[in-house]
């Protein structure tokens, strides 16, 4: 069993900046991936970012290009998503998952495991 655990949410000006961790435990995570979700009020979940725990490659949604960036720490099982430049479009609830390396894991597709979210606010 995998559980995954966010945190680092809250409310930030535009522009400003926002560091969220999960840290995952459970299981070993060869062959695994995680990625990053956002659920605004009124809207589907959307995918945002996924990283592979063994290689590091990173996909991105183009709305988040260069101002979000995913990372790992192996050592903690702790995955990161550092959001700089925060728009108010970017407010939602956050989402960690995790899964399988599968087709279709960067585009967010195969995602077993899901955290149980944390609040981003952006104020303009």
């Known amino acids: 069993q995998v559980q995954l655990v966010e945190s680092g949410g809250g409310l930030v000006q535009a522009g400003g900046s926002l560091r969220l961790s999960c840290a995952a435990s459970g299981r070993t995570f060869s062959g695994y991936v995680m990625g990053w979700f956002r659920q605004a009020p009124g809207k589907e979940r959307e995918f945002v970012a996924a990283?592979?725990?063994?290689?590091?490659?990173?996909f991105y949604t183009d709305s988040v290009k260069g101002r979000f960036t995913m990372s790992r720490d192996n050592a903690k099982k702790t995955v990161y998503l550092q959001m700089n430049s925060l728009k108010p479009e970017d407010t939602a609830v956050y989402y960690c998952?995790?899964?399988?390396?599968?087709?279709?894991w960067g585009r967010g597709y195969g995602y077993d495991y899901w955290g149980q979210g944390t609040q981003v606010t952006v104020s303009s």
């Open positions: 998952a995790g899964g399988p390396t599968t087709v279709g």
């Open positions: 990283i592979s725990w063994s290689s590091g490659v990173t």
